[in-house]
T-cell receptor, first 114, second 116 residues
Framework: ETGVTQSPTHLIKTRGQQVTLRCSSQSGHNTVSWYQQALGQGPQFIFHYYREEENGRGNFPPRFSGLQFPNYSSELNVNALELDDSALYLC?????????????FGPGTRLTVT | AQTVTQSQPEMSVQEAETVTLSCTYDTSESDYYLFWYKQPPSRQMILVIRQEAYKQQNATENRFSVNFQKAAKSFSLKISDSQLGDAAMYFCAYRSPEGGSEKLVFGKGTKLTVNP
């Protein structure tokens, strides 16, 4: 069984640029959530996808967008990057059965915006 | 909106000893789910233990147990017989039972150091 993977591991971008982060869900999982973890903070929920549709969103502006593909891999896109977007971005997948489901996290992508 | 507070930014414990990490939360919901996640230095977050609010019995998983006090909105994690591999950031998280909600609300975390 393959776990959750994310790419790239690290990324450096310039303010105003756009970035795409990728996540490959654990085999058999049909939901994916994305979180932003600033240095020294807990993860903050960005949004999640279920069966390729956005199914819930946190307090993040529209320049944060995502996609989930039929094979349940997903992307997080961030436009017009700002310095405060520098963070560790985590994705988490699960197979939806109920709210006690365990979410399986990837190792994260460290984004630095200069 | 739900909030989760971890008041201990850092804790340390001697190997083989017991340590308790604190977590409080605020919610107006009567049913919900609580989790403790561990994030080792390699960064991949893993689930340690979960508790359903409707269950009065405290959850246990081997050396890990919780003290769930619903009225006080407190959810502490006890680690017994601490091991060097327990060193990590520990995050307390809340999840609403709202249909389809995958959102976890995390605290700021507690960094646990295990001394040999």
């Amino acid at each position: 069984e393959t776990g959750v993977t994310q790419s790239p591991t690290h990324l450096i971008k310039t303010r105003g640029q756009q970035v795409t982060l990728r996540c490959s869900s654990q085999s058999g999982h049909n939901t994916v959530s994305w979180y932003q973890q600033a240095l020294g903070q807990g993860p903050q929920f960005i949004f999640h996808y279920y069966r390729e549709e956005e199914n819930g969103r946190g307090n993040f502006p529209p320049r944060f967008s995502g996609l989930q593909f039929p094979n349940y891999s997903s992307e997080l896109n961030v436009n017009a990057l700002e310095l405060d977007d520098s963070a560790l971005y985590l994705c988490a997948s699960s197979f939806r059965r109920g709210p006690s489901d365990e979410q399986y996290f990837g190792p994260g992508t460290r984004l630095t915006v200069t | 909106a739900q909030t989760v507070t971890q008041s201990q930014p850092e804790m340390s414990v001697q190997e083989a000893e017991t340590v308790t990490l604190s977590c409080t939360y605020d919610t107006s919901e009567s049913d919900y789910y609580l989790f403790w996640y561990k994030q080792p230095p390699s960064r991949q977050m893993i689930l340690v233990i979960r508790q359903e609010a409707y269950k009065q019995q405290n959850a246990t998983e081997n050396r890990f147990s919780v003290n769930f006090q619903k009225a006080a909105k407190s959810f502490s994690l006890k680690i017994s017989d601490s091991q060097l591999g327990d060193a990590a950031m520990y995050f307390c998280a809340y999840r609403s039972p709202e249909g389809g909600s995958e959102k976890l609300v995390f605290g700021k975390g507690t960094k646990l150091t295990v001394n040999p």
